[in-house]
């Protein structure tokens, strides 16, 4: 089964740009959709974005649509989210999924801070 693990999370001013990363070990990384998520403080999580294996497809919440873009890397086992404009609303612990053929998300990983100040 896969493990995931994010990183690039930070704190940056409102407007910035911060790229995540997700990386996966233990299974056959292109067989597992990656879902990203993020809980702020005193929320329920919530989906965020995701990109299907093996084809690329990608959907994403209206709040982030047309400044996050999600990619992935099967060669290197990676997935990425680039978030752009950041805003105060965004600031959360996003956390990245896997999905084994777009099935329910069992693998989490730890989750990264992003905090956006105005």
């Known amino acids: 089964q896969v493990q995931v693990v994010e990183s690039g999370g930070g704190s940056v001013q409102a407007g910035a740009s911060l790229r995540l990363s997700c990386a996966g070990s233990g299974g056959t990384f292109s067989d597992y959709f990656i879902g990203w998520f993020r809980q702020a403080p005193g929320k329920q999580r919530e989906f965020v974005a995701e990109?299907?294996?093996?084809?690329?497809?990608?959907s994403y919440s209206d709040s982030v649509k047309g400044r996050f873009i999600c990619s992935r890397d099967n060669a290197k086992d990676m997935a990425y989210l680039q978030m752009n404009n950041l805003q105060p609303e965004d600031t959360a612990v996003y956390y990245c999924?896997?999905?084994?053929?777009?099935?329910?998300?069992?693998?989490w990983g730890q989750g990264t801070q992003v905090t956006v100040s105005s």
């Open positions: 999924a896997a999905s084994l053929w777009g099935r329910e998300y069992t693998y």
């Open positions: 990109i299907k294996s093996i084809n690329d497809i990608t």
